[in-house]
């Protein structure tokens, strides 16, 4: 007795078409914007370039291009690392909590010298104080006259 095994199945083609799994969609929140673009938008409102953001989280350039533009799945164990860096809630991040804006804007860059340079040693930062200090008084005099 000759048993005769085929490998194919009439019914494949059929059933492959039924089961096919739909492509994933990004997760789109928060005004229909996925998590990459959040990322880039807080990102950039830090005042961070790509360069630097990877540098304050410990992760490469190549990786934060990626989370911005094609990652469709959130890193979940850097989700605090990058709301910390970003000075917001990882809520806020995710889309699940509104900007909280106030309609003010500061240059983010300059707090975070600012920050960097209140944790020098407590004579270097008089160097610094006195050139900030000739600056606004130029521009002091600037405006007066």
């Known amino acids: 007795m000759g048993l005769k095994i085929s490998v194919y199945n009439s019914r494949h083609e059929s059933a492959q078409k039924e089961f096919v799994m739909p492509k994933r969609k990004a997760q789109l929140t928060e005004e229909g914007k996925s998590f990459g673009e959040r990322l880039a938008r807080f990102r950039q409102a830090a005042g961070y370039s790509q360069r630097d953001f990877a540098a304050e989280t410990g992760i490469s350039q190549r990786m934060v291009v990626y989370y911005e533009k094609a990652c469709e799945r959130i890193p979940i164990q850097l989700l605090p690392v ?18 909280k804006d106030n309609g003010k804007s500061r240059d983010n860059r300059l707090w975070r010298r600012f920050t960097q340079v209140e944790k020098l040693p407590p004579a270097e930062p008089r160097p610094i ?14 405006k007066a006259g």
């Open 82 to 99: 990058f709301a910390r860096a970003l000075g917001i809630s990882a809520d806020q991040l995710l889309g699940l909590e509104k900007d």
């Open 129 to 142: 104080i006195q050139f900030i200090d000739a600056i606004l008084e130029k521009e002091k005099f600037r």
